[in-house]
């Protein structure tokens, strides 16, 4: 391998023209870098390659993302982001242009769905749409459920039970 060569799985990381970079335990652990891979990250940088950060934490937008990941030097705008929230919006929207989505979740997904143009509706919602909430309560629950049962289509952002942060892991997403 040339000293200027990256290689993965015996390929030339140069190989490929985009990069799918997971976020939660392979760049960060909760507040902290994982060093590896923002050296990884300023590399494929330097190299002029393509990448795209996802995640599956529902919870924040893709400008905190953005504004965490440049905090540990790596480049990185908002455009830089898709999130499970943002995939989510997209995916109603792509079902039915105007819906009425109910959302139980934190600022990722309020701002995904209004970005979308979505509109939030308690009472009648065609989606509900569920993400992490670490304010969840009795009564979120009960209109979730009231408004799957009246005939709401339920989307979770994500399955996980577990999320890594830097304590290790702690509970995800609950359904």
Not at 92 to 121: N, S, T
Request: hydrophobic share 35%; net charge negative.
């Amino acid at each position: 391998m040339g000293k200027n060569r990256m290689k993965t799985g015996g390929r030339d990381v140069t190989s490929y023209d985009t990069f799918l970079l997971d976020l939660d335990g392979t760049v960060y652990w909760g507040k902290e870098e994982i060093p590896e891979a923002v050296t990884f990250v300023k590399t494929l940088k330097e190299k002029g390659l393509r990448y795209l950060f996802v995640t599956n934490n529902s919870t924040r937008t893709k400008e905190t993302v953005a504004d965490q990941l440049s905090g540990f030097g790596i480049p990185c705008t908002p455009d830089d982001v898709l999130t499970t929230s943002m995939a989510t919006a997209s995916y109603i929207k792509a079902q039915k242009k105007d819906a009425r989505v109910l959302y139980i979740g934190e600022q990722g997904l309020k701002q995904a769905i209004e970005h979308a143009g979505l509109i939030y509706d308690e009472e009648h919602p065609d989606f509900v749409a569920f993400g992490m909430d670490r304010q969840i309560t009795y009564e979120k629950y009960a209109k979730a459920c009231l408004a799957v049962r009246s005939g709401a289509t339920f989307i979770s952002t994500n399955p996980d039970v577990a999320l890594p942060n830097e304590h290790g892991l702690v509970p995800g997403m609950v359904h």
